[in-house]
């Protein structure tokens, strides 16, 4: 399975994560600080719940920090990875409304987590174009590059699973 799709020539991020709204932060396995050269990621004990869309050993989180993995890829979902997703938003969100400090992270932070981030905001109430709009605006201009993860959203994570499923 292929958990990432090549860059499009899209610069990493500069910042290893990102605040979208209190307690919920958006980030990645790698980031290149202005100037700098690329930089490991590392989550030690900064949050209290870590939501991965994709893993690396040695990235953390610390062994006291509770650690939810849901690896899918950064290419179109079938039915059973949308609902993987939609999973990780509703268990991202609640952490979130029990004032848990949680980071959602993918490779570099722009699309797998800014999908399960942006739903998760759904679920705290959010229209989805505010949603996108908060994390394109507080994690990058970049993130959500994916076009199919928009229409997601959009359409709604269990709308788009069933249609998903009318194609398999």
């Not at 990102?18 to 990645?28: H, K, R, S, T």
């Not at 994390?135 to 201009?141: A, I, M, N, Y």
Request: net charge neutral; glycine share 10%.
């Amino acid at each position: 399975m292929r958990t990432r799709q090549k860059e499009r020539n899209t610069p990493g991020p500069s910042e290893p994560w990102n605040e979208i709204v209190p307690g919920l932060w958006m980030g990645g396995h790698y980031y290149t600080p202005p100037g700098g050269e690329l930089q490991l990621a590392i989550v030690q004990g900064e949050f209290e719940l870590v939501v991965s869309l994709f893993t690396l050993p040695g990235h953390g989180p610390a062994r006291q920090v509770e650690h939810i993995v849901r690896e899918v890829p950064d290419d179109p979902f079938s039915p059973g990875q949308l609902l993987a997703v939609q999973e990780a938003a509703e268990l991202t969100a609640a952490a979130v409304r029990r004032g848990r400090r949680t980071l959602v992270r993918c490779h570099s932070g722009y699309n797998r987590s800014g999908l399960v981030v942006a739903q998760a905001l759904v679920d705290l109430g959010h229209e989805s174009g505010e949603a996108i709009r908060l994390v394109r605006e507080r994690r990058s201009p970049r993130a959500l590059n994916n076009p199919v993860f928009v229409d997601y959203l959009n359409t709604g994570l269990d709308v788009a699973a069933l249609l998903t499923g009318l194609n398999g």
